[in-house]
């Protein structure tokens, strides 16, 4: 079982930053494939970001690149999402996900564990 558990969410103005959290549970944190994906009201889960296990390949949507940074500490076992130059559209409940086979896929139900999710809310 992991637990994951996001942190960092909540109401900023478009422009500004956040950096998001996720505190993961388990010894084995360095074997799992991370990533972050967003939902907004009546809007399907999309994949925003993306990890390897070793943190060397990175993966983003198009929408946030140049924008948003992923990266992990996995002495911490710890994954990060920085959001930078927000916008209006950013605005949804972000969730940590953990594929326990190592692998980075941009489609949810290849992940196996979730944590609770955090808002972010991006006004104009």
């Known amino acids: 079982q992991v637990l994951l558990v996001e942190s960092g969410g909540g109401l900023v103005q478009a422009g500004d930053s956040l950096r998001l959290t996720c505190a993961a549970s388990g010894r084995t944190f360095s074997n799992y494939g991370m990533a972050w994906f967003r939902q907004a009201p009546g809007k399907e889960r999309e994949f925003v970001a993306g990890i390897t296990r070793s943190g060397y390949y990175t993966y983003y949507a198009d929408f946030v690149k140049g924008r948003f940074t992923i990266s992990r500490d996995n002495a911490k076992n710890t994954v990060y999402l920085q959001m930078n130059s927000l916008k209006p559209e950013d605005t949804a409940v972000y969730y940590c996900?953990?594929?326990?086979?190592?692998?980075?896929?941009?489609?949810?139900?290849?992940?196996?564990?979730w944590g609770q999710g955090t808002q972010v809310t991006v006004s104009s």
């Open positions: 996900a953990a594929d326990v086979e190592g692998t980075t896929q941009r489609m949810a139900r290849w992940y196996d564990y």
